[in-house]
């Protein structure tokens, strides 16, 4: 017999059991922000780049994080590295490890040294692999776990890396289509068991191994993944998103989370979005 009331409460109760933890994020503005290279299919050399639009999205990126109560520390960016502002990927610092990024591609090599000294200024001592990490952008944690992307940038040989300075597990995941070329471009860490990912960006194995870790993952539709709506942060209720990704937004809603839109289309010219601009700060 089912339970009438049960059924009326279900969409509240739902609602209600997600909850935000105030959270310490890091980015860098994009001052020195230009699309001089072309090291992923987003980036378009012959697309001008309005820095003073990006540095106005930015900041309102910035305040947004403020608005929910979270702190955000700016780093210091650097000329002659227009990539500097996807601060995701200068790193992971998760407690008393803080691993510095080793870049793929020599034009984001001097970022290493840049998110090196912040993590000192914060008193780290900063760990490097001998294998590419890309940070953020392919190490994204999840409880104790890390779901690790490799295929394009971090090298799966720094999976393991990672794994032993951090001591804890890593789940290898292999990406298949390089428009997704880093994991946080093709899935969405929302709380500390709920994820979203773009199925075709993974490889068959990758596919089921994160089905079943996660049966109940919300599987986002081509028209949000091609926006970068995938690119989120959440602090657990409210999910910071592309405002393009109005598909997902729909989905986050159902499932009890707070979407938050907003518009970067200036980042998104070097293939990156919200959470390619933030690094998430790990106590
Ligand atoms: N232009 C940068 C690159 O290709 C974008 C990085 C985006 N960051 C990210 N976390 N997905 O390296």
Redesign the pocket.
Known sequence: MRDHRAAVAAPERHGAGRASRPRRYAMTPPTFFAVEYA??PW?DVTTPVDVELAHAQWEALRQTYRRLGHHVDVIEPVAGLP?MV?A??GGLIAGDVAIVARFR?AE?AGESQAYAEWMSSLGHRPVTTRHVN?G??DLLMIGETVLAGHGF?TDRRAHAEISAALRVPVVSLELVDPRF??L??ALAVLDDRTIAFYPPAFSSAAQDRLRALFPDAIVVASADAYVLGL?VVSDGLHVVLPSAATGFAAQLRAAGFEPVGVELSELLK???SV??CTLEVFP
Do not use: L, P, S, V
Request: net charge neutral.
């Open positions: 090291i992923n980036m990539d996807y995701a990927n591609f984001r890309e953020q952008g940038r070329y880093h946080d471009t690119n070097g293939g990156g959470k390619c």
